[in-house]
């Protein structure tokens, strides 16, 4: 099986229902609970690290362009920016642990790291970089 869609919103945090809901096309036929909620929670994460760090200067107008590929086995999401790039590796190596993180904030790329089973973050094209993620399923 392969389903690929595409969604494209607007930088900003309240499109993060929308961008849920539109994913919600994917889990047919339903992915096991646990495993689902982890796909949700790697996009909504993701969305919300592009619009609150890469998109931070960027005018509300900006796009921010996503796709999803259902295959046989797992799921691929990604999120295109036009935020600067970054060293991914060195972020995660300086974000504090999820148990020593008491802020609420700043955890996303720990989460992501955890749940995703392969994540990047890297130039797509000339303007613009991918936030990609895979869980299998």
Same mark, same amino acid.
């Given at each position: 099986?392969? +389903?690929? @869609?595409?969604? $494209?919103?607007? =930088?900003? #945090?309240?499109?993060?229902?929308?961008?849920?809901?539109?994913?919600?096309?994917?889990?047919?036929?339903?992915?096991? +609970?646990? @495993?689902?909620? $982890?796909?949700? =929670?790697? #996009?909504?994460?993701?969305?919300?690290?592009?619009?609150?760090?890469?998109?931070?200067?960027?005018?509300?107008?900006?796009?921010?362009?996503?796709?999803?590929?259902?295959?046989?086995?797992?799921?691929?999401?990604?999120?295109?920016?036009?935020?600067?790039?970054?060293?991914?590796?060195?972020?995660?190596?300086?974000?504090?642990?999820?148990?020593?993180?008491?802020?609420?904030?700043?955890?996303?790329?720990?989460?992501?790291?955890?749940?995703?089973?392969?994540?990047?973050?890297?130039?797509?094209?000339?303007?613009?970089?991918?936030?990609?993620?895979?869980?299998?399923?």
């Amino acid at each position: 099986m392969l +389903k690929k @869609i595409h969604l $494209q919103v607007n =930088t900003d #945090l309240t499109a993060s229902g929308q961008v849920l809901s539109w994913f919600e096309q994917l889990n047919h036929p339903p992915i096991r +609970k646990e @495993i689902w909620w $982890q796909c949700q =929670t790697l #996009l909504q994460e993701g969305f919300a690290n592009i619009v609150e760090h890469a998109h931070k200067d960027l005018p509300p107008d900006t796009p921010i362009d996503i796709e999803a590929v259902r295959f046989d086995e797992h799921i691929e999401i990604r999120i295109y920016s036009y935020g600067p790039d970054f060293d991914l590796e060195a972020q995660l190596a300086q974000t504090p642990k999820l148990e020593d993180n008491f802020e609420g904030r700043g955890r996303g790329l720990k989460i992501i790291s955890l749940l995703a089973d392969y994540f990047t973050y890297k130039s797509a094209d000339e303007r613009r970089n991918c936030l990609l993620m895979s869980k299998q399923y």
